[in-house]
């Protein structure tokens, strides 16, 4: 079974149609980019994957499970968002610890796990601080480390590094893409940018107008974009 499985789904919102009927399928452990302009349909892609949204027709499949039958809290998606949106007022630790505490994991193995996480992302040293008295990079970074918390079974990300200037944007890049293989971590990953999508991605899903227009290796897209 592949990690996520995509079957003919179709959005609309009223009459404007957001995804065309769409059908993919996401092994595990690959890196998939959805590929496209402002507007094609990424997010609201990525808002179906993640059960945020409804689908009108066809079926999305994690594994073996509809999203739409698994609750919430049993989906384990990890989402990263361009706006990370941490707590202002809770420290790193508190931040990245929000998952486990809604899943009733016990205080001494969130306290380990919330360690991983933040050694994951390099931020061992940053536990008790407040994010506004971190970077950019580093606040995005917290955003990663939520999300990993979870021990994901699939990671989400929004265009999570497009607030960033370009050279924070490609070591975010290249950390990111390290994370992902040494945890084997199926993603899927909304962008805009073609270089982000070639220098990141297994594979590419390039998106208009609510169609994927072609998916297909980077070399692939690059050639025949
Ligand atoms: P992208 O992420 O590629 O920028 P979106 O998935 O956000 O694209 O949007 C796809 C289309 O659906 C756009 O035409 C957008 O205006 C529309 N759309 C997205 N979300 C909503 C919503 N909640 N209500 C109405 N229209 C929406
Ligand atoms: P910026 O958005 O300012 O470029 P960065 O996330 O790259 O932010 O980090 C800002 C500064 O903090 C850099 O000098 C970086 O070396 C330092 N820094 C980042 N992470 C750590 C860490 N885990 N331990 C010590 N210093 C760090």
Request: glycine share 8%.
């Given at each position: 079974r592949p990690a996520v499985q995509i079957d003919g789904v179709t959005k609309s919102f009223g009459n404007t149609p957001?995804?065309?009927?769409c059908w993919m399928k996401i092994k595990r452990g690959e890196f998939l980019t959805l590929l496209?302009?402002?507007?094609?349909?990424k997010t609201t892609l990525l808002n179906l994957i993640a059960g945020f949204l409804e689908a009108d027709n066809g079926e999305l499949f994690l594994g073996e499970d509809l999203v739409t039958q698994v609750p919430p809290h049993k989906r384990e998606i990890g989402i990263v968002f361009q706006?990370?949106?941490?707590?202002?007022?809770?420290?790193v630790a508190q931040n990245v610890e929000y998952g486990l505490r809604t899943r009733g994991v016990p205080k001494e193995e969130s306290r380990a796990r919330v360690k991983e996480a933040l050694s994951l992302v390099k931020?061992?040293?940053?536990?008790?601080?407040?994010?506004?008295?971190?970077s950019g990079g580093q606040q995005q970074r917290v955003a990663l480390a939520r999300a990993l918390v979870i021990r994901p079974r699939v990671l989400l990300l929004d265009e999570?590094?497009?607030?960033?200037?370009r050279n924070l944007r490609v070591s975010m890049q290249i950390e990111l893409k390290e994370i992902q293989t040494k945890l084997g971590l199926t993603t899927i990953f909304v962008t805009h940018d073609q270089n982000e999508a070639l220098s990141m991605s297994d594979r590419i899903a390039v998106m208009s107008r609510g169609r994927v227009r072609h998916v297909g290796s980077p070399q692939e897209i690059y050639e025949h974009p």
């Open positions: 957001a995804l065309e009927p496209g302009p402002s507007g094609c349909g706006n990370y949106a941490l707590f202002p007022h809770k420290t931020l061992e040293n940053f536990a008790d601080r407040k994010p506004r008295q971190m999570p590094f497009s607030a960033l200037d």
